[in-house]
């Protein structure tokens, strides 16, 4: 049993901002992110489309299409803070956000976004069948031949929540813990949602002098 347990909110995507802008601010905030994610991938792409949709728990999600040679669609969504942050960061993000179809592109035919379930028993179908095996399996085979702890667990703050660390490490911080609903909507947008998991156990790894 892995003991410590932390939950790694930073991994949320609201914002915490204390002053909230104006709806004119916003709007304006999500019309210069739409243009600058378009832009960003007509560096990467000929043929790009953009849609704006408001996600209840995490506010605007930006879905980018692009197509291939052969007219085949890939889809991928954004969130509203990480664009924001790229964008602002100086960090290469036409690059970043080029990289995500880059990979969807080496399985030909395309990839749109994956249709929305439907009742609640084909989203807990889902995610036991396809969110839990794939993030266990990414964690496992990251850090083999390490022993690392992965499953589902409950936070009280977060809920339901996927949780990671490594068993070898008994002092201090050994766990991170995502709330399963982040890893479920990165699901839905076509993102890989163990990037979350293993970013987090690399972090642990860090904070402890391991490589």
């Not at 964008?87 to 036409?94: I, L, R």
């Not at 949780?163 to 911080?173: L, P, Q, W, Y």
Request: aromatic residues 8%.
């Amino acid at each position: 049993m892995v003991n410590n347990e932390t939950t790694n909110a930073e991994n949320t995507e609201t914002n915490n901002d204390q002053a909230a802008p104006s709806e004119e601010q916003w709007a304006e905030l999500v019309k210069a992110v739409h243009h600058n994610g378009l832009v960003a991938l007509k560096m990467h792409f000929d043929d790009v489309e953009a849609q704006v949709l408001n996600q209840e728990m995490y506010g605007p999600v930006f879905v980018y299409r692009v197509k291939d040679e052969s007219n085949n669609g890939y889809a991928c969504g954004f969130f509203l803070r990480e664009l924001v942050s790229k964008f602002q960061s100086g960090s290469d993000a036409a690059e970043w956000m080029a990289s995500f179809f880059v990979e969807m592109m080496r399985i030909e035919g395309g990839r749109e976004l994956p249709k929305p379930p439907a009742s609640e028993d084909e989203a807990k179908a889902i995610i036991d069948n396809v969110l839990v095996p794939q993030c266990t399996a990414a964690i496992r085979e990251e850090f083999a031949p390490e022993q690392v702890h992965a499953g589902l667990d409950w936070n009280e703050e977060h809920g339901p929540v996927f949780e990671a660390g490594f068993v070898a490490i008994k002092d201090g911080n050994n766990v991170c813990a995502i709330p399963l609903h982040l890893l479920y909507t990165h699901l839905l947008l076509n993102r890989d949602p163990s990037d979350l998991l293993l970013q987090a156990l690399y972090k642990i790894r860090e904070e402890h002098g391991l490589n």
